[in-house]
């Protein structure tokens, strides 16, 4: 089965789709505000992790062991990458889409990866995969940072997602929710008579 028709990934922000759409097919009618959003970071999804998982769809190297360890490192990652993007989406779509957004571009920015031509020549080139291993691993930490992170205050998002988004309604309300500070009770020690 193909990486990208995996269900897993239909909605996947990063390969540039939006709410199971196409996101150049988007139709700004549908959701204004995130339309803006999508607009505003030029988002197609992240041009390097396409050809990637374009690449491992129309290569059969891993089902019959002809594909070096390097590259069963990368799709790996890829994988793991993309299950934890539709773990944020499943557990925190309304706040983490900004996030993922911006991930997408800066995989591409960060990496000089956004107008890569000759990708199926590049694969083979061993300091160039290291380069993109190295670069989607610390992407990956960081999403694995962001999603698993205990919120600041209860039934909140993590903070990540929130601060991504500077218009984020739940960015507004974190910041006025419920502080233990602000509880009104304040706990002394007892004092000997």
Known sequence: MNITNADEFSHSILL????GQDINDFNSN???TNHEKLTEFNQKGSTL??????????????????C????????????????????????????CTVYLMKMAYKIDI????????????L???KPF??????????????????????????????RAFIEADPNSIAL?????AYNIEDDGFEIVDPVDN
Not at 49 to 66: A, E, G
Not at 81 to 91: D, M
Not at 110 to 121: E, L, P, R, T, V
């Open 16 to 19: 540039g789709f939006y709410n």
């Open 30 to 32: 549908n959701n204004s």
């Open 49 to 66: 992790l396409k050809h990637i998982i374009n690449y491992f769809d129309k290569s059969p190297c891993l089902s019959t062991c002809k």
């Open 68 to 95: 070096d360890n390097i590259k069963k490192e990368l799709r790996k990652l890829v994988i793991n990458l993309l299950f934890e993007e539709n773990n944020s989406l499943k557990w925190w779509e309304n706040v």
């Open 110 to 121: 960060d990496g000089k990866y956004s107008s890569i031509q000759n990708f199926d020549d």
């Open 123 to 125: 694969i083979n080139d």
């Open 129 to 158: 995969v290291h380069s993109i291993i190295e670069l989607l691993t610390s992407k990956l930490e960081q999403l694995q940072k962001a999603l698993y992170s205990i919120p600041e205050t209860a039934n909140s998002a993590p």
């Open 172 to 176: 507004i309300l974190a910041k006025d």
